[in-house]
């Protein structure tokens, strides 16, 4: 045979080989295959050909492992029976041998050669609670090492010794008959196979007190009857001691010498490497968020808008929706955003076990088997972690659980971001929404907290880091494209979208207004909108024009126009010929702030000059409202430095000098509400 490692279809590898035994994942996949040939040269069958699958759509196929990890013999099958609680398995050298004991309707499995049980396989047989029957081979002790034990009794006692700490019942059946149990069911039968196991319980040869047993479950088996449950009461050997290791200490200054890789953000100042959690209300669109994100990351691209990303492979476990969910969420998101490219370090797990029965092990070897994997998304953590009603202190279980999931973040240098639901009530602190205990977020690096109204587009998104100060930022869901934006920092934006409510109030409703019409209208708090008119009216966006009224400040009108490209007016045909960079006299009508009506055009309408002259807005005012009044008193008058003129300060005249006086006392406005 030609051992040249090329990739071959499994078409000509039959052609090449005599046998062929097929090894799959735990998720029922093709790994790699074992095969053995004839050799050319000797005429002998060799064993220990490997094959690895590259393309199982093509069925191509590469001499060696090429990466892919040495696993049980007809896994799948082995994890599904201990699923369904089996009341017993074997364990046996070879391929061949664990064939013969399956067509016997027997549960088989081999790591194949000798040497080649690991033990990282006893992981799977953690939580089985039936029998392992290990059949090793009958070697013949090698005349090149005198002394040593044969192979196959090496190969039991591995087993026996890695096993014997998980699973209540193990025993070695050593067959009397022919090399193994292949040879052994030749000349004898499964009725002889059942005498030399009840043999082997009598024995002792397990780790149980088998005089806690009775006679009928001891031959319960030989007998073909199924067995008995575990008697109540069964004591197990005492466990071992546990090893541990000496402690490690460094100097003070040791540690503050050592060299750190400064922490990396996966999404711009939101998401840090590490363990995180994004909590939040049932159904307000955690699922749509954390996809949009994963799906930049794994691609490099902006995400929320404008934040940059750390391209690296991400993993999304999908346990709280159905796959065709997920599957209809990412073609929307694909069409509505134009996204043609599918990123290849994109992938997703549907199936996980629970964190406590299985589900850190799987993990682990999912991060072993996929190190370009550095982002994993678990949806949702309830799901996930142990479920509610154990025993033990609800605090210290969520801390063990959490622990958990933090370690293989420390230890495998990958980020896990968990989805997490709130609690029904509401706290004022959004930490103490998290549904369960508050190990929880005491042991998380990163909290995100998403919250919106129920079919309201915008909400904000609250983040409180391990080291440094948190930020609250308003963010909304864009329905065009099927994504979160951020706003901004969520107090200046919540200030300016409700300056904007109030100016369009006083757009509609065409006439001066209080704050108690306005915190009405808007339905807002009257001592948050009175404290807000006042900060306008100080920022001359609005004018008071009588003692609880306000209206919209010609000055907001004015830097409105003058802030546009060449401060363009409609009404002035002249002006759409006016080049960008040149700066021309423009012509605005101002209502007085003593009009209501903004399309009456009487008297009191003023003109404005020039944009790069202007100093005020001719307009009635009084001078007590002005910051240049000294007066100490209401009869006394006052001199304008600017026009020299000696005004009564509460008499209205018409002024182009006005300029709004700031923390001066102002004898008709309402006291400033500090």
């Given at each position: 045979m030609d051992i040249v490692q090329t990739v071959k279809p499994l078409q000509q590898i039959e052609q090449e080989t005599t046998v062929r035994y097929f090894y799959n994942t735990e998720y029922d996949e093709l790994n790699y295959m074992k095969c053995r040939y004839i050799d050319k040269k000797t005429g002998n069958e060799v064993k220990g050909c490997y094959y690895s699958c590259i393309d199982s759509v093509k069925n191509l196929w590469k001499m060696g492992l090429n990466g892919h990890s040495h696993t049980l013999y007809k896994l799948?099958?082995?994890?599904?029976?201990?699923?369904?609680?089996?009341?017993?398995?074997?364990?046996?050298?070879?391929?061949?041998?664990?064939?013969?004991?399956?067509?016997?309707?027997?549960?088989?499995?081999?790591?194949g050669a000798w040497n080649s049980w690991k033990e990282e396989f006893k992981e799977y047989f953690r939580g089985y609670t039936g029998e392992v029957i290990i059949l090793p081979d009958q070697d013949e002790p090698d005349p090149k090492r005198p002394g040593e034990a044969p192979n196959g009794q090496k190969y039991g006692e591995a087993v026996f010794n890695s096993l014997a700490d998980i699973v209540?019942?193990?025993?070695?059946?050593?067959?009397?008959?022919?090399?193994?149990?292949?040879?052994?069911?030749?000349?004898?039968?499964?009725?002889?196979?059942?005498?030399l196991i009840t043999v082997a319980r009598l024995s002792r040869t397990n780790q149980m007190e088998m005089e806690q047993f009775s006679d009928d479950f001891c031959m319960s088996a030989a007998e073909?009857?199924?067995?008995?449950?575990?008697?109540?009461?069964?004591?197990?050997?005492?466990?071992?001691?546990?090893?541990?290791?000496?402690?490690?200490?460094?100097?003070?200054?040791?540690?503050?010498?050592?060299?750190?890789?400064?922490?990396?953000?996966?999404?711009?100042?939101?998401?840090?490497?590490?363990?995180?959690?994004?909590?939040?209300?049932?159904?307000?669109?955690?699922?749509?968020?954390?996809?949009?994100?994963?799906?930049?990351?794994?691609?490099?691209?902006?995400?929320?808008?404008?934040?940059?990303?750390?391209?690296?492979?991400?993993?999304?476990?999908a346990m709280d929706e159905k796959d065709q969910y997920i599957q209809e969420k990412l073609n929307c998101i694909r069409e509505f955003q134009q996204r043609n490219v599918i990123p290849d370090n994109f992938r997703f797990i549907f199936e996980i076990n629970r964190l406590s029965e299985g589900g850190h092990e799987q993990l682990l070897d999912y991060i072993d088997r996929h190190p370009e994997i550095k982002l994993i998304v678990i949806d949702t953590l309830g799901r996930?972690?142990?479920?509610?009603?154990?025993?033990?202190?609800?605090?210290?279980?969520?801390?063990?659980?959490?622990?958990?999931?933090?370690?293989?973040?420390?230890?495998k240098n990958v980020s896990i971001l968990l989805l997490h639901h709130n609690k029904k009530g509401?706290?004022?602190?959004?930490?103490?929404?998290?549904?369960?205990?508050?190990?929880?977020?005491?042991?998380?690096?990163?909290?995100?907290?998403?919250?919106?109204?129920?079919?309201?587009?915008?909400g904000t998104l609250k983040v409180t880091p391990r080291i440094g100060e948190g930020k609250d930022l308003s963010v909304k869901f864009n329905k065009d494209l099927l994504c979160w934006e951020i706003l901004g920092d969520a107090e200046i934006y919540s200030q300016s979208k409700e300056r904007r409510e109030i100016i369009d109030i006083l757009k509609k409703e065409n006439s001066p207004m209080s704050n108690k019409d306005?915190?009405?209208?808007?339905?807002?708090?009257?001592?948050?909108?009175?404290?807000?008119?006042?900060?306008?009216?100080?920022?001359?966006?609005?004018?008071?024009?009588?003692?609880?009224s306000f209206m919209i400040s010609p000055y907001y009108y004015l830097n409105k126009n003058t802030n546009s490209t060449n401060s363009v007016n409609s009404t002035n045909s002249t002006n759409s010929t006016n080049s960008v960079n040149t700066v021309r006299a423009v012509s605005t009508t101002i209502l007085s702030p003593n009009r209501k009506n903004l399309n009456d055009t009487n008297e009191n309408n003023?003109?404005?000059?020039?944009?790069?002259?202007?100093?005020?807005?001719?307009?009635?005012?009084?001078?007590?409202?002005c910051d240049k009044f000294t007066a100490k008193n209401r009869t006394a008058f006052y001199t304008c430095e600017i026009t020299g003129k000696s005004i009564y300060p509460m008499a209205e005249h018409t002024c182009i000098n006005f300029s709004p006086m700031e923390l001066s006392e102002d004898f008709d406005r309402e006291e400033v509400p500090f």
């Open positions: 799948p099958e082995l994890l599904q029976a201990i699923k369904e609680g089996v009341k017993r398995i074997f364990i046996v050298e070879g391929e061949k041998d664990t064939d013969t004991l399956r067509a016997q309707g027997e549960i088989a499995t081999t790591s209540p019942l193990v025993y070695i059946v050593n067959v009397t008959q022919g090399k193994d149990i292949t040879d052994f069911l030749q000349v004898k039968t499964m009725a002889n196979l059942e005498t073909g009857k199924p067995l008995p449950p575990r008697p109540e009461g069964a004591r197990e050997k005492e466990p071992e001691q546990k090893k541990w290791e000496p402690l490690e200490d460094i100097s003070f200054k040791d540690f503050l010498e050592k060299k750190y890789e400064p922490i990396k953000f996966l999404v711009e100042g939101i998401l840090p490497e590490g363990l995180s959690i994004l909590s939040g209300s049932p159904k307000i669109g955690k699922t749509f968020f954390a996809l949009n994100m994963a799906l930049s990351i794994a691609t490099g691209e902006k995400t929320l808008g404008h934040l940059s990303t750390e391209k690296v492979g991400v993993a999304y476990i996930f972690r142990k479920p509610a009603g154990g025993k033990g202190n609800a605090y210290e279980v969520d801390v063990e659980s959490i622990g958990q999931i933090q370690d293989i973040c420390k230890k509401k706290s004022e602190d959004y930490v103490e929404n998290l549904s369960g205990s508050m190990g929880i977020s005491g042991t998380v690096d990163t909290i995100l907290g998403l919250e919106r109204a129920r079919f309201e587009d915008e306005l915190s009405g209208l808007l339905n807002k708090n009257y001592n948050a909108i009175k404290y807000l008119t006042w900060k306008m009216a100080k920022e001359n966006i609005l004018i008071k024009t009588d003692k609880n003023v003109t404005v000059s020039t944009v790069s002259t202007v100093k005020g807005i001719e307009q009635k005012i009084k001078c007590s409202n």
